[in-house]
């Protein structure tokens, strides 16, 4: 897991490809570290636009990592690989379960929809392209919904500050935040 983050910060993104599957199928990783080597297998081939090729980690990640953040970058990711490879009947099978999640509400998410649209009118799809943008947000309604997730943290807050909520470890903190 060290080389494989060490290759990642020099950005050797083909050696991270290369070595992140050795790494999973010698089972011996599990739970976040296993998600993490994922991660970083599904960034290295993102990065070099192997898009089929990269969905199986991001499917990973988007399913197993317990994290909120990771999972709402690997269903962007996703999305953006579906829509590059013109995949269009599995991003409609996929989008449920994004909009199961946080991930809904990931501005690289709706943006990943927002391209996608704009690939298939340039293509005259327009039927496609349309339930593609019917799909994102709008920046109010993105805002509303961080407004919203940030005022369950300040209640939170202001109740361990308060002393009326003696049970908030930091790590549940963290978690109200997702």
């Known amino acids: 897991m060290l080389t494989l983050d060490a290759l990642a910060g020099k950005k050797d993104w083909p050696a991270v490809a290369a070595l992140a599957p050795e790494i999973v199928r010698?089972?011996?990783?599990?739970?976040?570290?296993?998600?993490?080597?994922?991660?970083?297998?599904?960034?290295?081939?993102?990065?070099?636009?192997?898009?089929?090729?990269?969905?199986?980690?991001?499917?990973?990640?988007?399913?197993?990592?317990?994290?909120?953040?990771?999972?709402?970058?690997?269903a962007a990711m996703a999305a953006t690989c579906m829509?590059?490879?013109?995949?269009l009947a599995q991003l409609f099978r996929f989008l449920p379960a994004v909009f199961r999640t946080a991930a809904r509400y990931d501005i690289g998410f709706n943006i990943?929809?927002?391209e996608g649209g704009d690939t298939l009118a340039a293509k005259d799809r327009y039927d496609k392209a349309l339930a593609l943008y019917r799909?994102?947000?709008?920046?109010?309604e993105l805002l509303a919904q961080a407004q919203a997730?940030?005022?369950?943290v300040r209640r939170r807050?202001?109740?361990?500050?308060?002393?009326?909520?003696?049970?908030?470890?930091?790590?549940?903190?963290?978690?109200?935040v997702e």
């Open 26 to 74: 010698k089972n011996v990783l599990s739970g976040p570290l296993l998600s993490a080597v994922h991660k970083l297998w599904a960034e290295a081939l993102y990065r070099d636009k192997k898009w089929k090729e990269a969905l199986q980690p991001l499917y990973y990640v988007f399913l197993n990592d317990p994290r909120s953040a990771a999972r709402s970058d690997a």
């Open 83 to 87: 829509i590059r490879l013109e995949d």
């Open 112 to 114: 990943a929809l927002l």
């Open 135 to 140: 799909l994102v947000y709008t920046k109010a």
């Open 149 to 152: 997730r940030l005022a369950v």
């Open 157 to 176: 807050k202001e109740a361990v500050d308060n002393g009326s909520d003696t049970s908030a470890t930091p790590r549940q903190m963290k978690r109200a």
